[in-house]
């Protein structure tokens, strides 16, 4: 019934999605004036493309996807390390990064205040001061690791502490209750 | 969910605005350029203009009339404005999650000006933390703190009212504990004074003892009167409002129900009721009783020895203070504790239900190397734990004895010194342990109070939810021949996001209608619209020629027959599970449903016949028995028009044949709609409705759309090609 010479687009499809395509040096990308970034890869310009972490966690700066613009967001490629960009093309990327990925990381922790199942957090990230709220009952607290941890609050913000042992024995104190 | 916030005035004064031209919405972004956290930061929306303000200057202006769209996309931890500026498309604000949604709302209300009409959008959603006082609200339209003063009084008043004759017996009951509490140490005095010091004989004595002994079974008789009226107040306001509850909770449209999360919904009512009765059993029957005694008991201190009164109360902060600390380490380390304990559960049931996959990999060690550690760190808190507890309730105890040492020296100075008599200073000593005893049991009240306004907030939120229910003169009872039309059918579950845009099709009575298309494309939302499960938006929805609005809910759904993927059963037997659609039919009209489901050989092969019990904890069926029991009861009430949402997806070869027999015989001549994903259950579709992009995509019999070569021509390829 099915001629091979049409093969089918879904069977296309899932073909193509299995290609591992590398994004160096040598592909280019520019800014757009509305704040965003195109990309020239194998002699097409993609506009204003998506630029996905792959281990946001583990290697926030390895294996970036860089993706289509549209509902199916194809790969277009994969960016290995940005450590291996030219200056300007990180810089292009860091700025779309940061505008797909907002996880203040605190620094400090001024107070944390427990009341009636809520606890009221006031601390120093490296995005500046913050008050935020979390529900005491839900998983609000993710241990990444023995000593990472990423608090989501009931907005479904998120902030990260790289290292609970890097803070002050009064800060883990007010934070003994979530460890 | 506030659209237009209370803007600074440094602001309202730089916005130039020309004649009618106002301000639609004003919302803050808290993202600057560089990514860093931003205060007093606002995005205006005036009829003509988008406005950026940083805090201190407008930054940037677009002109409505240049733009074609906004959209506000979801990233992660925030989202950013995306608007498209003489084609091209421009971020104009980042923000954090807080804003997500009302950022959604924001580009709808962008777009609608665009499109030249002058709408304003509104959010029925609600804030989750407070804009004043920046507590989290648990999930109501106001603050439970700073809503509306003696907002808590009212609400408590309300509910109350009903219960007016109920309350007063618990208050008298409560005014006699309190006497009979206070008349006790009276009595003692006067027994060491006037008996044990003067000189009164055995005989009086007896009559004092009598009168103790009388008065401490009236303590007790009270007592439990007034526990027993309480618990039974407290039950039965707990139970009206479960029914209350419950009633508007069918009443609701689904979408309020869909705003909420399931658990939630149920939380109200399971864990909100009981807390109001506890709140009655525990609180509230000692209450008023407490307040008394407390009152009198400061009163009668002072009366008998002033000096020793005030000494006495300098010893109450002191030991409020120490309480309060107490408890608070110790809700620290139980709420630690419990966290522990929900790891552990939640890792053994992990393990457990995934168990061929650790054995399948050879896992086995690992695992319960991990489980063993996580099993010793929750030993090891318990341990500590306990260990605090058992200290915990000695200490509050020897804290409220200082009290009474205090009083004993102080108060036997004064007895030496002829000051006091023994009597006087022995009823002292028992008004201090009273004292101390309601200080302790008053200091939970702030804590038992938030939890019931929080409770109370919860409850009303629902109970105050207004519905608009149709003037039922003006619907109609209607015998569906099966004509279907859709006219400019739109609709989405939220207001900013359409699911189906602009339908039209008209389908004739009897015909049947196979729906494909690939999942997230709203099928499913277009069956719900036909199910009448929610109303349409914009357009109409036509049943011979009649809005579906029009139509009363009861005669539409009396003849609608629905067979779902996964079918669910009441717990309850086969029969009452048939029967649900019609609770009125017989047992040969129940018999004859099951033959022509293909249902009534297997049931015959249960060990209790039509009167097995299935559901959640009964006899379990298959999938495909389920489904035939689905089919029989739709089968009951003969329906006119039949929903099928991929009813044959999950069975095997056998069954799926038989439930094709079934339905086959089931959609004769009735108009009907199937989802399906494979195409093959759709062959006796007269025609074909691909759905995709919100929209009809292509319609039309089998072999039409084949012949066009779209997306049914792709499917269909890959399917069976």
């Known amino acids: ?179 | 969910m506030i659209l237009y916030y209370d803007i600074p005035h440094k602001l309202t004064e730089t916005v130039p605005l020309s004649d009618n031209e106002r301000i639609y919405y004003a919302v803050p972004y808290d993202i600057d350029r560089e990514g860093n956290w931003v205060k007093g930061a606002y995005l205006l929306v005036t009829t003509t203009k988008i406005h950026i303000y940083d805090g201190e200057k407008i930054t940037d202006t677009i002109e409505i009339k240049r733009c074609q769209k906004a959209k506000a996309e979801a990233k992660v931890g925030g989202g950013i404005l995306v608007v498209t500026i003489d084609g091209l498309e421009h971020v104009l604000v980042h923000y954090s999650a807080k804003h997500l949604s009302r950022y959604a709302y924001i580009a709808r209300g962008i777009n609608i000006l665009i499109s030249g009409r002058f709408e304003e959008v509104e959010s029925s959603e609600y804030e989750k933390t407070c804009p004043k006082c920046a507590r989290a609200i648990p999930g109501t339209k106001n603050c439970p703190k700073c809503s509306k003063e003696g907002g808590f009084l009212k609400d408590f008043t309300n509910m109350a009212k009903p219960y007016k004759k109920d309350f007063f017996g618990i208050f008298i009951l409560m005014v006699l504990a309190a006497v009979t509490t206070l008349l006790n140490p009276e009595i003692q005095k006067h027994l060491i004074n006037d008996v044990l010091k003067g000189n009164g004989g055995m005989k009086q004595a007896l009559i004092f003892i009598m009168l103790m002994f009388s008065l401490s079974v009236g303590i007790v008789i009270v007592n439990i009167l007034k526990s027993n009226a309480s618990t039974r107040l407290g039950a039965k306001i707990s139970a009206d409002l479960r029914y209350k509850l419950f009633k508007k909770y069918q009443e609701l449209p689904l979408a309020f129900i869909n705003d909420r999360r399931p658990g939630e919904l149920l939380n109200r009512i399971t864990q909100d009721t009981t807390y109001i009765r506890e709140f009655m059993e525990d609180v509230f029957c000692n209450l008023f009783a407490v307040l008394f005694i407390f009152i009198w008991d400061v009163l009668f201190m002072m009366i008998l020895n002033i000096k020793l009164a005030l000494l006495t109360f300098i010893f109450v902060p002191i030991v409020v203070v120490m309480i309060l600390a107490f408890r608070r380490t110790v809700s620290r380390i139980f709420h630690l504790q419990w966290r522990k304990n929900d790891d552990v559960s939640s890792d053994l049931q992990d393990v457990i239900s995934g168990m061929r996959v650790v054995k399948t990999y050879g896992r086995e060690e690992a695992e319960s190397e991990r489980f063993k550690v996580l099993s010793a760190e929750f030993s090891e808190t318990q341990r500590r734990n306990e260990t605090f507890w058992a200290i915990f309730n000695p200490i509050i105890s020897f804290l409220m004895g200082m009290g009474a040492v205090i009083v004993v020296y102080f108060g036997g100075l004064d007895v030496f010194g002829d000051k006091m008599s023994a009597g006087e200073l022995y009823q002292f000593i028992t008004y201090t342990l009273l004292l101390f005893q309601y200080i302790n049991w008053m200091s939970w009240l702030p804590r038992e109070l938030s939890l019931l306004t929080s409770s109370l907030e919860r409850i009303n939120d629902i109970l105050s939810q207004e519905i608009n229910t149709p003037d039922e003169d003006t619907l109609v009872d209607l015998e569906i021949k099966g004509e279907i039309r859709f006219d400019h059918a739109t609709f989405g579950y939220k207001s900013y996001q359409p699911v189906l845009e602009d339908i039209n099709a008209v389908i004739k009575p009897g015909e049947m209608i196979g729906i494909v298309g690939a999942s997230g494309t709203g099928k499913s939302t277009l069956i719900n619209l036909l199910m009448g499960l929610y109303e349409i938006d914009d357009g109409h929805l036509l049943i011979d020629n009649i809005d579906l609005r029009n139509i009363s809910r009861k005669s539409y759904h009396s003849q609608l027959g629905v067979v779902l993927q996964e079918t669910f059963l009441f717990n309850g037997t086969i029969i009452d599970n048939i029967r649900f659609s019609k609770p009125d039919a017989t047992y040969d009209e129940i018999v004859y449903a099951a033959k022509m489901a293909n249902a009534h050989d297997f049931i015959c092969q249960t060990p209790d016949g039509y009167n097995t019990y299935v559901g959640e904890k009964g006899y379990s069926l298959s999938g495909g028995e389920r489904q035939r029991i689905a089919i029989a009861r739709a089968i009951l009430t003969n329906p006119r028009l039949l929903i099928l949402d991929e009813a044959t997806a999950s069975l095997d070869t056998e069954s799926e044949f038989m439930i094709q027999k079934a339905l086959e015989r089931l959609t004769d001549g009735k108009t009907t709609f199937a989802i399906a994903h494979r195409l093959s259950t759709l062959k006796k579709a007269n025609r074909i409705m691909v759905i995709d992009g919100h929209n009809i995509a292509e319609i039309g019999t089998h072999e039409e759309l084949l012949s066009r070569q779209g997306i049914y021509y792709n499917l269909h390829q890959a399917q069976i090609g």
């Open chain 1, 1 to 179: 019934m099915a001629d091979n010479n049409s093969m089918n687009i879904y069977e296309k499809e899932a073909e193509e999605m299995t290609a591992m395509r590398k994004i160096t040096k040598q592909n280019k990308f520019e800014r757009t004036e509305g704040g965003f970034i195109n990309l020239t890869f194998d002699g097409v310009t993609y506009e204003r493309v998506k630029v996905v972490r792959l281990f946001p966690f583990t290697d926030a700066n390895k294996y970036i996807s860089i993706r289509q613009n549209d509902d199916k967001a194809r790969e277009i490629g994969i960016i290995e390390d940005m450590d291996e960009l030219d200056d300007d093309t990180r810089s292009m990327l860091e700025e779309q990064l940061r505008l797909n990925y907002f996880t203040p990381v605190i620094e400090k922790i001024h107070n944390i205040k427990d009341e009636y199942g809520y606890a009221y957090f006031h601390v120093k990230t490296d995005k500046g001061e913050c008050k935020f709220a979390i529900n005491m009952a839900s998983n609000a607290v993710t241990k990444l690791s023995d000593s990472r941890l990423i608090i989501t609050d009931l907005d479904e913000n998120r902030f990260e502490i790289r290292d609970v042992n890097a803070l002050t024995q009064k800060e883990r104190r007010k934070l003994d209750l979530f460890l």
